[in-house]
């Protein structure tokens, strides 16, 4: 029970540093067009996200049970990936880079899943068909879509903001601005909806599998009765009280703002006006919502940075700052394989301890 608590506790640290983190994903557009405060995007990132968070399931159900085999995780596996995740997010938050809390965590969770089973790598789910005739494991959910998803980001804002060029060519700047101020507020809505929507459901996963470990290894026998939610037999609903832990936790990170990673994308990347944020929040919410809807751990970090490149690129390509966006795309590169060899190493400096 005392390793649960602590694994419930990680899992709650990673969701808060995630909103904190990731914070900049919904308000680093909003915030360097000026249309509204840091204060403010904060607010409405935190309530946004919040609300996101109830809309379904899918991705808690495909990072609990898609991609590991849960016989073969221990409570110290979900530890030991919660760290490496942990450990990830503050590292790169500290360095300003936009990497991926979902990919982090997933990494981590391979690596410690794979340190448990003793190098076997039949624990890891690479690929297969449920019963449905859907599609569940790594490369359909994560590493497919991790390359996927931010060409589809890039190219989707670029269409979408030289259409807006089109059908604006002939107003002034000054209607455009002021438009695009009032609609950028709806857009950085509907990115804080769509983060929520997806982030916090992998906590909501990684809460779910220690539930579901800890009653299969009898950790939770002779609990007392008011004690009982804790006994998870099997993957079905989410618990309501995982899902409102994460959705507030996730917020209050949020509010706790990022603001080294708001510089890196809202001002360093490329210069940004209202209806070039309106254009790359609205395409990164579209992507990340469909990814939610599918049961795809998406990363938020790779789809609003894309956009936004795409969206940079429409007024030409020297827009862009490449130097940076060569820095984030090395920390989307080395997400998975750190965070898989640090799960992997801390699960393996657990068992040695004689913990399980």
Same mark, same amino acid.
């Given at each position: 029970m005392i390793f649960f608590l602590l694994v419930l506790l990680a899992a709650l640290a990673f969701e808060y540093i995630n909103g904190f983190?990731? !914070?900049? $994903? !919904? *308000?680093?557009?909003?915030?360097?067009?000026?249309?509204?405060t840091p204060r403010q995007a904060i607010a409405l990132a935190a309530a946004?996200?919040? !609300?996101g968070a109830f809309f379904g399931t899918q991705v808690a159900k495909t990072v609990g049970r898609g991609l590991v085999d849960t016989g073969a995780i221990t409570m110290s596996t979900v530890l030991a990936a919660l760290i490496a995740a942990i450990a990830w997010g503050l590292l790169t938050w500290w360095l300003g880079l936009p990497s991926s809390s979902s990919h982090a965590l997933v990494g981590g969770l391979c690596g410690a899943a794979l340190a448990t089973a003793h190098g076997q790598w $039949?624990?890891?789910? @690479?690929?297969?068909?449920?019963?449905?005739g859907g599609h569940d494991g790594l490369w359909p959910k994560v590493v497919l879509p991790m390359v996927t998803s931010?060409? *589809?980001?890039?190219?989707?804002?670029? *269409?979408?903001?030289?259409?807006?060029y089109v059908a604006f060519r002939r107003v002034t700047p000054h209607f455009v601005n002021k438009l695009f101020g009032k609609l950028q507020l709806v857009s950085a809505a509907w990115m804080g909806i769509s983060h929520g929507s997806n982030d916090a459901q992998k906590t909501m996963g990684i809460i779910v599998l220690a539930l579901f470990t800890g009653t299969q290894s009898h950790a939770f026998d002779g609990l007392p009765s008011w004690l009982g939610f804790l006994r998870t037999p099997e993957f079905k609903e989410i618990?309501? @009280?995982? *899902?409102?832990?994460?959705?507030?936790t996730m917020a209050a990170?949020? !509010?706790?703002?990022g603001w080294r990673i708001i510089r890196t994308m809202g001002h360093k990347m490329v210069r940004l006006q209202p209806v070039n944020g309106f254009a790359a929040e609205t395409t990164a919410g579209l992507v990340i919502l469909g990814a939610s809807h599918y049961g795809i751990p998406l990363s938020t970090t790779h789809n609003i940075s894309a956009a936004i490149m795409g969206v940079g690129a429409t007024k030409r390509l020297s827009a862009v700052k490449w130097g940076v966006v060569e820095r984030i795309v090395w920390a989307w590169v080395l997400t998975l394989p750190v965070t898989g060899l640090v799960g992997y190493l801390l699960m393996r400096l657990i068992s040695a301890a004689g913990a399980q």
């Open positions: 983190h990731d !914070a900049a $994903n !919904a *308000i680093a557009t909003v915030v360097s067009t000026k249309v509204l946004c996200n919040l !609300a $039949n624990v890891l789910k @690479w690929s297969l068909v449920d019963a449905k931010p060409v *589809i980001g890039f190219v989707m804002g670029a *269409i979408l903001m030289l259409l807006l618990p309501a @009280w995982v *899902i409102l832990a994460c959705a507030t990170g949020t !509010a706790g703002g």
